[in-house]
């Protein structure tokens, strides 16, 4: 008796050898297999003519300029899909009030927000912009897999005669703009066309709660040896030195980083983190900081669970009164400063000598760019240039946001606020603000950086071979520049 | 003799068993109603379903999931009907080949086709459409519906509907009015399963709706859960949300639900 | 999720044309069944069989999904058989089937046959109740799971509270701990639809076989092994390929609870899926994952099937 099985298994096995045979001559991406009508006519890339020639730059497949209008009212009815991570406290109110001030002003443009936290966006937004038709407005991370994948994909406008429009270059200082500046070709990072505009600056540093801080008889450290012997003392007595919650793999980074930056020269850190060539991980300096990091688990600093500890949860167990430091970013002062009010401070990763000038992680949020296959690429740009404006940076401190802007003139005098406005001014202006190590290579962050750090902290891996596994991916890299 | 005591044993087995099933079901209804922050008062906090839907804008992704599930369910179960009916009642040429394809599609995982999909449909245009996300889950259900509804009609009483065609009736007519309303049981189940798959399915929407326009419920949870860790009341709220239609509906028709599962798969 | 159904093997055998053989006089058009599976082959021939081969197809190129593709054989497959990312991800869908089919399957027999020896009064409801994990989208389950097993949540502090503080842990963050968390997800899920499989099969049994084991001075547990067991193989099968594939399957559920980690101890073939297709754009490599998924499916459930028609027999 033939079983149903033994019958399926043939139709299965002639119809798959039928489907490879058969369609093996034709080649994805060749056009002859989708609808041809379709292939020509999007300009975001995805179906950019085939082929290898030259005709693949996707500068190429960009309309010719256009005039460019910047006239709101003007516009007509216009519809605009926008994506953006701006979830978290703070964030999340500066955004509403912006969004809305820009409709009131200009009724005949509409806002579709589609929100999603920091991982979603990135886990989602690849796909969002292959599609014909995509958001209009996206935040897309600096870093080489996202931004610059995405300019490679020619997904991205070209907002460089729209920021001489508006006169971005004014706006703007070139140290900020040149981290959204990436080559046509997606290859050369941190110069070239101008690909978005961010909105707030961030700092790394450490917070910290006062009153635990004064208990324990310490002060705001003068140099890193200080603030390591202050979490010694902490442990002694029987608190959590550090607050984290890793679960989502990228919180590492950013303990990681402000230790590197006390470590590490700041010029072979940002080679690294940009992802260009000429520095090396596997150098002394970078595995003692990944040392420093091992041990700080090895010695218990960190919070219990701390692996699959989810950040936000955690940050909001630090800001009602469980641990003495949080190293974090500026983008959780919000959350912080409205459990803890005056009770919460903050300070740059002090530096390796008294007085020396601070290097941490930093620099932007994520920029905000225009899509290529935006119908309305003028009221995008509009858009952007309204929330970067001087009045949003107004909105931005009013609501508990670091303006990337006007910085200074807008500080708050009081308050753990106070402390992120000085410390990122101090660290701009005298310090290094170092690029986030993630934006290194298309592969870094998601298969190497994030799990690896998690790897090094729950011991699965030495020190040495961090390191090692880091190197290999940023000189497979580099040297295919 | 089975004794009071095996009795009493199998009552205590059937209650642990049933708690550790629904414990897991009851924290995450009473995070829904719980107080919504650590310093509000006790009690009963209805208040939170409508505020989780209005934050994870459930009004869109609702209205996404009714019309996928409804096309999908409407299309899958007009089309399954007419085949298995064919397969089941008919005989004729490639009837046999047939039936082994629409076999090889129940095992299928939409893994393996969404890939090529997505490129497709994109080609057409059909991406975050209504379309785009349901043509999928339709052949997907077309391949189970088939299969379900031939081993009915085979397995039911074929002299009704001879009797009907020596009387002269055609065939659509001897399928609507004779043996559609006998077979309606199986066709309950069949919508009950479907409408559940439908309802859950993640990937696929995920996939097919690349910008969001046409995501559905369950994806509407996951990207709420990023945003709103600390809040666990509206995250539950949300929760409830999702899985409340197929509860409601199991709870009414679980008798189907199960005998679908079952007897899907087993046929003796 | 949609479960791929294990196809029953009695119910095809066979059968497929019998009822039309008997028949000699024509009572409908010959093109009539063509027409009635036209509409529902076009659907299913469009969505599912032409994407499928059109999946075996781009598994042989390398692609990022725009511009032209290189054509590498076999390569992908290779990747998926040696690459140890890859590999790992198949590694842990194998640890999940422990959990997903072994341990239900276990604990689901034990009880059914339990329960039914002694007829007891509100099995429908008990029933209903095992049942509804299976009518919950995963993504409700994996919210509901991700409280419990928050370092803070009700499982650590049940622990504590009955004097068990050394297995208090970070489930979802330790290396060891985090894949089996995950599994034990799926054995909830999955247990209830084992156990109502396995006592709609013994209801089935005849007691006539339980009296003369019993006459033959057989215990409980013999019993259960010379006329129960033997009696639910068909649902066995049935039970292990359901869980089987629901195991190979599980995407939304490591998506919302660990993303793959901490480090890479919780990947699975699924998230590989998407993860190379979109987020790395190595589209012939999804393609490759997908159709190496599709292929283990089909092979465990001939394997399955076949083995327990042998053991019916």
């Given at each position: 008796m033939t079983s149903t099985y033994s019958r399926l298994s043939r139709i299965a096995l002639a119809g798959l050898a039928a489907a490879a045979l058969g369609l093996a001559g034709c080649t994805p991406g060749s056009g002859d297999s989708v609808d041809p009508s379709s292939s020509a006519d999007t300009s975001n890339g995805d179906a950019a003519p085939a082929g290898g020639s030259s005709s693949e730059d996707p500068a190429d497949t960009q309309p010719p300029a256009q005039e460019i209008n910047t006239d709101g009212a003007s516009m007509g009815d216009v519809e605009l899909i926008l994506w953006d991570q701006e979830v978290r406290e703070g964030q999340a109110s500066q955004f509403t009030t912006l969004v809305e001030e820009f409709q009131a002003e200009y009724p005949n443009i509409t806002i579709n927000r589609v929100e999603q936290s920091f991982e979603d966006l990135a886990t989602t937004l690849a796909l969002a912009l292959t599609d014909p038709n995509p958001p209009d407005?996206?935040?897309?991370?600096?870093?080489?897999?996202?931004?610059?994948?995405?300019?490679?994909?020619?997904?991205?406008?070209?907002l460089d005669p729209y920021s001489e429009a508006y006169g971005w270059g004014e706006r703007f200082p070139e140290t900020v703009l040149k981290n959204s500046r990436y080559s046509s070709d997606g290859k050369v990072f941190g110069e070239g066309t101008l690909y978005g505009l961010p909105q707030v600056g961030e700092v790394v540093?450490?917070?910290?709660?006062?009153?635990?801080?004064?208990?324990?008889?310490?002060?705001?450290?003068?140099t890193w040896d200080e603030?390591?012997?202050?979490?010694?003392?902490?442990?002694?007595?029987?608190?959590?030195?550090?607050?984290?919650?890793?679960?989502?793999?990228?919180?590492?980074?950013?303990?990681?980083?402000?230790?590197?930056?006390?470590?590490?020269?700041?010029e072979e850190i940002t080679l690294l983190g940009m992802g260009n060539p000429g520095a090396d991980w596997t150098t002394p300096e970078n595995i003692e900081?990944?040392?420093?990091?091992?041990?700080?688990?090895?010695?218990?600093?960190?919070?219990?669970?701390?692996?699959?500890?989810?950040?936000?949860?955690?940050?909001?167990?630090?800001?009602?009164?469980?641990?003495?430091?949080?190293?974090?970013?500026?983008?959780?002062?919000?959350?912080?400063?409205?459990?803890?009010?005056?009770?919460?401070?903050?300070?740059?990763?002090?530096?390796?000598?008294?007085?020396?000038?601070?290097?941490?992680?930093?620099?932007?949020?994520?920029?905000?760019?225009?899509?290529?296959?935006?119908?309305?690429?003028?009221?995008?740009?509009?858009?952007?240039?309204?929330?970067?404006s001087d009045h949003a940076m107004e909105v931005l401190a009013e609501t508990g946001n670091l303006p990337i802007l006007r910085t200074a003139e807008l500080a708050p005098t009081t308050g753990v606020w106070a402390d992120v406005y000085a410390e990122f001014q101090d660290v701009s202006d005298n310090g290094y603000l170092l690029p986030y190590?993630?934006?290194?290579?298309?592969?870094?962050?998601?298969?190497?950086?994030?799990?690896?750090?998690?790897?090094?902290?729950?011991?699965?891996?030495?020190?040495?071979?961090?390191?090692?596994?880091?190197?290999?991916?940023?000189?497979?890299?580099?040297?295919?520049? | 003799m089975i004794s009071r005591f095996e009795r009493t044993v199998n009552y205590a087995i059937l209650l642990v068993f049933a708690a550790l099933v629904l414990m897991p079901l009851a924290s995450i209804v009473a995070g829904a109603i719980a107080a919504p922050s650590a310093g509000a008062t006790g009690g009963i906090h209805l208040e939170n379903f409508p505020a989780a839907w209005t934050q994870a804008r459930f009004g869109r992704y609702m209205t996404n999931s009714f019309l996928v599930t409804g096309t999908v369910l409407a299309i899958s179960v007009v089309v399954s009907t007419l085949a298995g009916f064919a397969l089941g009642t008919m005989t004729f040429r490639g009837s046999g080949l047939l039936f082994y394809l629409f076999l090889l599609g129940i095992m299928v995982p939409a893994e393996a086709i969404v890939i090529p999909l997505f490129f497709d449909l994109r080609a057409l245009g059909l991406t975050d459409t209504l379309l785009g996300v349901a043509l999928p889950q339709i052949a997907q259900s077309t391949a189970f519906g088939t299969y379900w509804m031939r081993t009915y009609f085979r397995a039911s009483n074929r002299s009704i509907s001879e009797a009907a065609r020596i009387d002269g009736a055609g065939t659509i007519r001897t399928l609507w009015s004779i043996q559609l309303p006998v077979a309606r049981p199986a066709l309950v189940t069949l919508v009950v399963l479907l409408f559940m798959w439908t309802w859950n399915e993640f990937l696929i929407p995920l996939i097919m709706s690349p910008t969001g326009k046409m995501r559905t419920v369950p994806l509407g949870l996951a990207f709420f859960q990023g945003q709103h860790t600390v809040d666990h009341t509206l995250m539950a709220a949300a929760a409830v949300m999702v899985a409340l239609p197929v509860v409601v509906v199991y709870l009414f028709l679980q008798r189907h639900f199960i005998r679908g599962m079952l007897e899907g798969a087993v046929r003796e | 999720m949609r479960p791929s159904l294990p196809v029953n093997r009695r119910a095809a055998v066979g059968g497929w044309s019998e009822a039309g053989r008997r028949r000699s006089n024509r009572l409908y058009h010959p093109a009539t069944p063509y027409l009635l599976v036209a509409p529902a082959f076009v659907v299913y021939g469009l969505f599912m069989l032409y994407p499928l081969g059109k999946a075996v197809h781009l598994s042989l190129f390398e692609w990022d999904g725009m511009s032209l593709g290189v054509f590498v054989g076999l390569r992908n497959y290779l990747a998926v058989a040696t690459d140890?990312?890859?590999?790992?991800?198949?590694?842990?869908?194998?640890?999940?089937?422990?959990?997903?089919?072994?341990?239900?399957?276990?604990?689901?027999?034990?009880?059914?046959?339990?329960?039914?020896?002694?007829?007891?009064?509100?099995?429908?409801?008990?029933r209903t109740v095992f049942f509804l994990p299976q009518v919950i989208a995963m993504v409700v389950v994996a919210t509901a799971w991700g409280g419990i097993y928050a370092f803070k949540g009700p499982l650590n502090t049940l622990l504590r509270a009955i004097g068990l503080e050394a297995l208090a842990s970070d489930w979802l963050g330790s290396y060891t701990l985090a894949l089996p968390a995950i599994g034990m997800i799926g054995t909830w899920v999955e247990i209830g639809l084992v156990t109502v499989l396995m006592l709609s099969g013994m209801a089935k049994i005849s007691p006539d076989l339980y009296e003369s084991a019993r006459l033959d001075g057989a215990g409980a547990i013999r019993e259960f092994f010379a006329v129960t067991l033997p009696s639910v193989i068909g649902e066995i099968a049935v039970a292990l390929t359901l869980t089987i594939v629901a195991a190979l399957k599980t995407f939304d559920l490591v998506y919302m609870t660990t993303s793959g980690g901490p480090g890479t101890s919780t990947t699975v073939p699924s998230y590989q899926v998407y993860y190379q297709a979109f987020k790395v754009h190595e589209v012939g490599m999804a393609a490759a994952i997908g159709v190496t998924l599709t292929a283990l499916i089909f092979l465990i459930n001939v394997v399955v099937n076949r083995t327990a028609d042998r053991m019916a027999a």
């Open positions: 407005i996206v935040q897309a991370n600096n870093a080489r897999n996202d931004m610059g994948a995405f300019v490679e994909a020619g997904q991205l406008l070209d540093g450490v917070f910290y709660n006062k009153t635990k801080l004064a208990e324990l008889g310490l002060t705001v450290p003068d603030f390591v012997a202050s979490l010694d003392t902490a442990k002694e007595k029987g608190e959590t030195p550090l607050m984290l919650g890793d679960v989502e793999g990228w919180p590492a980074v950013h303990v990681f980083g402000p230790i590197q930056g006390a470590y590490v020269p700041p900081a990944a040392k420093q990091l091992s041990d700080w688990v090895a010695g218990g600093y960190f919070n219990e669970g701390f692996l699959g500890g989810d950040y936000d949860a955690v940050v909001e167990e630090f800001a009602n009164g469980t641990g003495v430091f949080l190293m974090a970013g500026s983008w959780v002062g919000a959350v912080i400063d409205e459990v803890m009010g005056d009770d919460a401070g903050f300070f740059a990763p002090p530096p390796a000598t008294a007085g020396a000038p601070k290097a941490t992680t930093g620099g932007t949020s994520l920029p905000f760019s225009v899509t290529s296959g935006s119908k309305n690429p003028d009221a995008a740009a509009l858009f952007i240039d309204f929330i970067t190590l993630d934006w290194a290579t298309p592969t870094f962050g998601d298969e190497v950086l994030k799990p690896g750090l998690q790897d090094l902290m729950a011991g699965q891996k030495t020190v040495e071979k961090f390191c090692e596994d880091l190197q290999v991916d940023y000189a497979t890299f580099t040297a295919g520049q | - | 140890g990312a890859l590999r790992a991800s198949f590694a842990h869908a194998g640890v999940l089937m422990f959990f997903y089919c072994v341990l239900p399957l276990a604990i689901g027999l034990v009880i059914a046959a339990v329960l039914n020896r002694a007829k007891v009064r509100g099995l429908g409801f008990f």
